[in-house]
């Protein structure tokens, strides 16, 4: 078993409560001479959420149909995949990008959710939106919802498709940071990296059958997502992603006439200077302590920086009375406290550390911060069940805010 040590200075720091579920501030790497054409663009590491490259990051613009990316995620994480979405009469013959739906057609969302993300569909983004949603106004509710729950600050959406209109708008790295949590689902995962789909089509004798846009799935190496978009004021929008050597990358880019060839400079200069490296391993003990760490923590580094790493060793308090604990039971579970990664003096990292005989089952960073509802969690089979999703999120939004 390998053992962490700490410098002595930095050994100790007695907390009473440890603030585990409290987000961690964007470590922002230093802009290179790395440039785009873009208006704005973003890349970040998806594992770790740094944020990697920022030009005009912060910026609402304009996002087509990335609104897209949102629309999916909604509907993943709150409808029921196998139910079957009717196209009603705001929904049929939507303008722009169409799948041609027929009116009163019936599909089910996972298949809507395909023609959605490979061909944007705006007639299945508003089906989409009225089937999970109650109503595209619900829907959109849920949308802005979504995007306080994971700090959008330069976020807000009026409709499912992105098609311009006032109040909607969104920034590139807030883009990154959405696409990077929902490359975390599987199925919006699974959806994005598709470059083909077929799906049934009960007015033809022959089935869909959906070519994704995005390019980059077939210009570079290790593509795996997300979405393009386009409306003549917001002009060519592309999300992209690639995985290679074990790490996954998102670029932004809005308002960039030269979108293909631009990602493939962010990403591949994300992967030359940024590399993921494993910091901490599951199950290393702690010099000086018997102590084990909870999981395993990497984290992008560009070139010198691992040098500047600083690690301590927060401790748990136990309760003051003892004899109450021992006879409630240990409420701790063996947790002992916390390792402590910092970077230029900001806090990337946070390992939970246990007694070596109480270490509990391997989870995911994501699904601690998050805990996002599965894909069936909220299904929506009718328009009283669609209405419940929306209210679920008014429950949490208010209960978050106390």
């Given at each position: 078993?390998?053992?962490?040590?700490?410098?002595?200075?930095?050994?100790?720091?007695?907390?009473?409560?440890?603030?585990?579920?409290?987000?961690?501030?964007?470590?922002?790497?230093?802009?290179?001479s790395i440039s785009t054409h873009a208006r704005a663009a973003a890349?970040?590491?998806?594992?770790?959420?740094?944020?990697?490259?920022?030009?005009?990051?912060?910026?609402?613009?304009?996002?087509?149909?990335?609104?897209?990316?949102?629309?999916?995620?909604?509907?993943?994480?709150?409808?029921?995949?196998?139910?079957?979405?009717?196209?009603g009469k705001n929904a049929f013959a939507k303008e722009g990008s169409?799948?041609?739906?027929?009116?009163?057609?019936?599909?089910?969302?996972?298949?809507?959710?395909?023609?959605?993300?490979?061909?944007?569909?705006?007639?299945?983004?508003?089906?989409?939106?009225?089937?999970?949603?109650?109503?595209?106004?619900?829907?959109?509710?849920?949308?802005?919802?979504?995007?306080?729950?994971?700090?959008?600050?330069?976020?807000?959406?009026?409709?499912?498709?992105?098609?311009?209109?006032?109040?909607?708008?969104?920034?590139?790295?807030?883009?990154?940071?959405?696409?990077?949590?929902?490359?975390?689902?599987?199925?919006?995962?699974?959806?994005?990296?598709?470059?083909?789909?077929?799906?049934?089509?009960?007015?033809?004798?022959?089935?869909?059958?959906?070519?994704?846009?995005?390019?980059?799935?077939?210009?570079?190496?290790?593509?795996?997502?997300?979405?393009?978009?386009?409306?003549?004021?917001?002009?060519?929008?592309?999300?992209?992603?690639?995985?290679?050597?074990?790490?996954?990358?998102?670029?932004?880019?809005?308002?960039?006439?030269?979108?293909?060839?631009?990602?493939?400079?962010?990403?591949?200069?994300?992967?030359?200077?940024?590399?993921?490296?494993?910091?901490?391993?599951?199950?290393?003990?702690?010099?000086?302590?018997?102590?084990?760490?909870?999981?395993?923590?990497?984290?992008?580094?560009?070139?010198?920086?691992?040098?500047?790493?600083?690690?301590?060793?927060?401790?748990?308090?136990?309760?003051?009375?003892?004899?109450?604990?021992?006879?409630?039971?240990?409420?701790?579970?063996?947790?002992?406290?916390?390792?402590?990664?910092?970077?230029?003096?900001?806090?990337?990292?946070?390992?939970?550390?246990?007694?070596?005989?109480?270490?509990?089952?391997?989870?995911?960073?994501?699904?601690?911060?998050?805990?996002?509802?599965?894909?069936?969690?909220?299904?929506?089979?009718?328009?009283?069940?669609?209405?419940?999703?929306?209210?679920?999120?008014?429950?949490?939004?208010?209960?978050?805010?106390?």
């Amino acid at each position: 078993m390998k053992t962490l040590n700490l410098k002595p200075a930095l050994m100790v720091i007695l907390c009473a409560v440890l603030l585990y579920a409290a987000p961690l501030p964007l470590v922002r790497a230093e802009n290179s001479s790395i440039s785009t054409h873009a208006r704005a663009a973003a890349l970040i590491d998806v594992e770790s959420g740094r944020i990697l490259y920022s030009s005009r990051g912060d910026e609402p613009m304009l996002i087509a149909s990335l609104t897209k990316i949102m629309t999916a995620l909604v509907a993943v994480e709150n409808g029921d995949l196998q139910s079957k979405v009717k196209v009603g009469k705001n929904a049929f013959a939507k303008e722009g990008s169409s799948l041609y739906l027929k009116l009163g057609e019936e599909m089910t969302l996972e298949d809507m959710l395909y023609g959605l993300m490979l061909r944007s569909g705006n007639d299945a983004a508003t089906a989409i939106a009225e089937h999970v949603g109650g109503s595209e106004e619900g829907f959109v509710y849920m949308m802005n919802a979504k995007a306080q729950e994971l700090g959008l600050a330069h976020t807000h959406f009026a409709n499912p498709h992105g098609l311009d209109a006032e109040g909607h708008y969104s920034s590139a790295n807030d883009l990154a940071v959405l696409t990077a949590y929902a490359m975390h689902n599987p199925v919006f995962k699974q959806i994005v990296k598709t470059q083909e789909k077929t799906a049934d089509n009960p007015y033809e004798k022959w089935d869909y059958k959906w070519l994704n846009k995005n390019k980059m799935l077939r210009l570079y190496e290790g593509a795996d997502g997300v979405k393009t978009g386009y409306t003549k004021q917001a002009l060519r929008c592309l999300v992209s992603s690639a995985t290679r050597n074990g790490q996954q990358l998102v670029a932004v880019t809005l308002n960039d006439g030269n979108d293909w060839n631009d990602h493939a400079a962010l990403l591949d200069f994300g992967f030359n200077h940024y590399p993921l490296k494993t910091l901490v391993e599951r199950g290393e003990g702690i010099s000086g302590y018997g102590f084990v760490t909870g999981k395993t923590f990497a984290y992008p580094l560009g070139q010198g920086e691992e040098a500047r790493l600083v690690t301590r060793l927060e401790i748990r308090q136990e309760k003051a009375n003892a004899g109450q604990q021992t006879a409630r039971g240990n409420s701790s579970f063996g947790l002992k406290g916390a390792l402590v990664l910092q970077l230029g003096g900001k806090e990337i990292g946070r390992v939970p550390v246990y007694s070596p005989d109480q270490l509990p089952p391997e989870y995911s960073a994501y699904e601690k911060k998050y805990q996002p509802a599965g894909a069936a969690a909220y299904p929506a089979d009718n328009w009283l069940e669609a209405l419940g999703s929306a209210l679920r999120v008014l429950f949490r939004m208010g209960a978050s805010a106390k």
